[in-house]
């Protein structure tokens, strides 16, 4: 039997055999995309060449793709949901089409996975006479071609359904499309687990007749190839003149057939963090029900967790923050159900990077940081759940029910979020009302708003010299955090008056004396050389392209106009800051005076504050 990591290298080595360039994993964190949080597909960060936009690799593409998908946080628990996943996937734009994409893909999993072809099946699109799109006939007898190869006759093999399930485009269904959206039929593969094992009739199908693309659990999606070649019009439906081959398929699903086993979690990938569950707990996976549900609630979610950090997501109450503090804290509350009352995320993370390093070398070189924010949350909301839970249960015991009131109080008082407490009064059998919670939670927000002489408000105070002067040493402050701290410091607020400049950063710990330094001589060097200071109008697609940053990107985004990019340098010596912003600035660093850091303190988990001043000369 072939490792999960053996696959993934199977796959991409095949692909390059084929004449396709392999590209490294995108970032969890979307590029340009502000429709969305996460990276959640294979196909996400490939759509702008899907759409027609030249691939700097050229025409064959392959990949494995690190995915989240933050709305199956409450699927986890059974034997395949997982919110981090990994998308394998290939591409032809405009080259090959369906003959060699299937022919190539039946290859593959034959020959190089050694899977049995009698327990694949397959599902093609069944055609639309209301939009004048045939059965995809093509496609059946490319199949039908295929399985023959190897002495096969499969015509009962291969299903046909309609555009509610074999039918892609961004989306849905082709009534749902907009005029000039591409789409196309697609074909799935299955993998049957048998008959013998008797899923369904346990099945909370059972009911239903069985059938390849069914829910019962028998059969198992492994992978997806989407034929991209018609384009919506006015008048229907026309050929695309150049056609797409957009292939996705789950590393793990593929090792879930290679190794015939319908539970993910039993697979080598989560070997290490599941004998470490079994270390700590004194508990057997798979040994009773519920307890294996908790188990694999954790051992997603701290996967998922590591990931996320890796890619510099820090825990916290905002954005994709949030997601990564609810899946530690939804996986320790897990583990208390399982006895465990010690610290243990660091172990299961440990096995998680022992796992991935080869195939994910960031994992180690971030190593510290991705335990030392694990461990800070983890900290952090044990302190408070063992209080939390006995005051749920006293209301509960008291009341027989948890009222939105209640709700709020436990997350005012024990950090416990609204999902948190929803999940522990469903286990009661019972509802509890969220309008009540939200409106006590904006009376919350509103009384602190109104009584905090603190209020961090954003922007500049005026448009005096001293105030232009401070918010262009902003940005020389914000590029020498970056400098000094890494790539995932980011700006999250800022505040500026005559007087003084307060920025917020995403930053997990503390600064030390000796970056503070190095921050504040970045900034006085640069100021020295007097350098000039201009900016230029782009689209914001050519201020990505040439690295500039900037807080509010999804604003600026979605006005579909040219913003102002400011840049601090000389071309020819390179541009030492580049970042998205309204202005006004200095026309030379020279103008600033002498930057000094007075503060460095924490805001919120996760971010950081810097007040600095400028003077005229050094203090």
Known sequence: MMKTNEIRKAYLDFFQEHGHIVIPSASLIPENDPT??????????MVPYLLGEAHPEGTRIVDSQKCFRSGDIEEVGDNRHTTFFEMLGNWSLGDYFKKEQITWMFEFLIKKLGLDPHRLYITAFAGNKMIKIP???????LWMEAFASVGMNTKDRITFYDEQKNWWSRFGTSEQMPVGEPGGPDSEMFWDFGAHRMFHEHSMFASQPCHVNCDCGRFLEIGNNVFMQYRKTDHGFELLPKKNVDFGGGLERFAAAVNDEPDIFRLDLFDNAR???????????GADEKETYAFRVILDHLRAATFLICDGILPSNKDQGYFVRRLIRRAIRFAHKLGVRNAFCGSIVSAYIETYQEAYP?????????????????????TSLEKGLREFEKIFTSNRFVSGSDAFNLYQTYGFPWELTEELVREKGERVDRQVFEDEFKKHQDLSRAGSEQKFTGGLADHSKETTRLHTATHLLNQALRIVLGDHVYQRGSNITAERLRFDFSHGEKMTQEQLQKVEIWVNDVIAKNLPIHYEMMTFEEAKSVGAIGVFEDKYASLGNKVKVYFVGDEACEYLSQEVCGGPHADHTGELGFFKILKEEAVSAGVRR??????EREK
């Not at 059965?135 to 007898?141: G, L, M, R, S, V």
């Open 275 to 285: 004998l470490a569950i079994e270390s700590i707990t004194g508990k057997k996976y």
């Open 362 to 382: 960031d994992l180690v070189v971030h190593r510290e940081m991705i335990m030392a924010e694990i461990g800070k949350e983890e900290t952090k909301f044990k």
């Open 135 to 141: 059965k995809d006939e093509e496609t059946q007898q």
């Open 610 to 615: 810097i007040k600095a001043t400028i003077t």
């Open 36 to 45: 969305t949080l996460f990276t959640g597909s294979g196909m996400q960060p």
